[in-house]
């Protein structure tokens, strides 16, 4: 009898291990889709810079281009005011002129504030960058860590398979029946525990001296009384 339940605690182990295995494994494709995202969102902040930056480049190209068709007109002006003839007609001319390089100085002031703009901007994309090549470099290493270990718990899957076929050969038909009904009806799916100190292991709580004094017997199957689980004591 000490064998066999001794090999039911093996079969313990291996379910025990497996299901660990099963839920670490059933992390995996999520925590790799995580690290994906992580990454995808912080491209998505530099995305969103070079946007800003291309905006202000077009605005600076706009107001480069408004600032040469002022000059055109300033040109225009000035070959008219060399043909004009009466003071009036000059004045206003003039007073023509003042307002085209009054516009040009205002477009220049804010030309000269989408370069800082642009400036700034370009330092956080600097920065940004070489961010994320450091958390692209993590995201992938990591990944790559996550489907080591997830290959080689697989393989330990498969051996644990074999390894609950094998020991589950070992164990008389009629207890592994009964190790499975335990195991269903056990919360927390223990259905093998050892006593120590004459406590059961599943539930921490004394069992009686008559039924600790048979257990030393290993001659048959025997229950904790309170949480109906098969105990056991560890062999000397
Ligand atoms: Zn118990």
Known sequence: MREQIEDLVKLQQIETETVQI?????????????????????EKTIEAQERII?????Q????????????EKEQKIQAKLRSVKNNKEYQALLKEVEDVRGKNSKIEDEMIE????????????????????NIFERAKSEKENIKERAEIRKKRLAELDVETM???KLVAPELLKRYFIIKEQTPGGLAVVLVKDAVCHGCNVNIPPQLYNELFRCDSLRFCPNCQRIIYIKGS
């Open 22 to 42: 099963k839920s670490a494994l059933n992390d995996v494709s999520k925590r790799l889709d995580d690290l994906d995202s992580g990454v995808k969102s912080f």
């Open 54 to 58: 291309n905006e202000l480049k077009k």
């Open 60 to 71: 600076y190209r706009d107001h480069e281009s408004d600032i040469q068709l002022n000059l």
């Open 114 to 133: 989408f370069l800082d703009l642009m400036d700034t901007t370009e330092k956080i994309i600097a920065t940004k960058k070489d961010e994320y090549i």
């Open 166 to 168: 094998e020991v589950s």
